[in-house]
């Protein structure tokens, strides 16, 4: 299989307290289509686990925190608040045997900004398996401290152009925060992130940086 034919398979799910709606959450993921062998079957099976993780994930979590707000709201005679979870997703890269997307949920229960979380995964068309980020590098490339340098060098670009703050630390964070689950391929390189709040304030989101494709960054996985 050289590519992957998928639609979007989407649920939604609502909570109330005393009958009075209090969060919703909304989930959009990809099902490959057709289901008609066991590549397509194994990320079909994924991605309902993951829908379900996340519709629990809002009920144990985010549900309490909701029906706070709601009662705290009630007793001081304000609004009352609805909050909303979503899951949805995106594929950067579908060629070459290779299908890779990240997926992100945003979430919004109390005062403070969206929280936005992404995963992402690379799948292996031919093997029905994540690839793991160092198969794209030359052995013993010494790819993590070429991707940590990469990020510290844009951090420091950024910073110079005014293109937004960094936290005092980021540093330290560019080192420690790093996690090699944290990437996918693009047309133009391969992406690799941060959690939001690990290098920066909320309002810079998801700190994204891309590694150009050439020699030491190759599409395909090294053998």
Not at 186 to 213: C, D, K, Q, R, S
Request: charged share 25%.
């Amino acid at each position: 299989m050289r590519e992957l034919r998928t639609e979007a398979f989407t649920a939604e799910r609502a909570w109330e307290v005393e009958g009075i709606p209090v969060l919703t959450a909304e989930v959009a993921l990809p099902e490959p289509v057709p289901l008609a062998d066991r590549v397509s079957r194994r990320i079909h099976r994924y991605y309902q686990t993951q829908c379900r993780a996340f519709l629990r994930y809002c009920e144990s979590l985010l549900l309490p925190q909701a029906a706070a707000e709601y009662r705290t709201a009630l007793a001081a005679s304000s609004p009352l608040p609805e909050f909303r979870a979503e899951l949805s997703y995106r594929v950067t890269y579908n060629q070459d045997g290779l299908w890779s997307l990240y997926t992100q949920s945003r979430e919004r229960v109390g005062p403070g900004p969206e929280l936005v979380t992404r995963r992402s995964d690379t799948w292996d068309l031919t093997e029905g398996y994540p690839v793991p980020l160092g198969d794209f590098f030359p052995k013993g490339a010494g790819w993590k401290k070429r991707l940590v340098t990469l990020a510290a060098e844009e951090i420091e670009r950024r910073i110079r152009a005014g293109m937004g703050e960094y936290l005092p630390e980021w540093r330290k964070a560019v080192r420690r925060r790093f996690n090699p689950q944290n990437y996918y391929l693009t047309e133009e390189g391969l992406a690799f992130f941060y959690p939001m709040y690990a290098l920066a304030p909320g309002n810079l989101g998801v700190p994204t940086f891309i590694l150009p494709y050439n020699e030491e960054a190759p599409k395909r996985r090294s053998t």
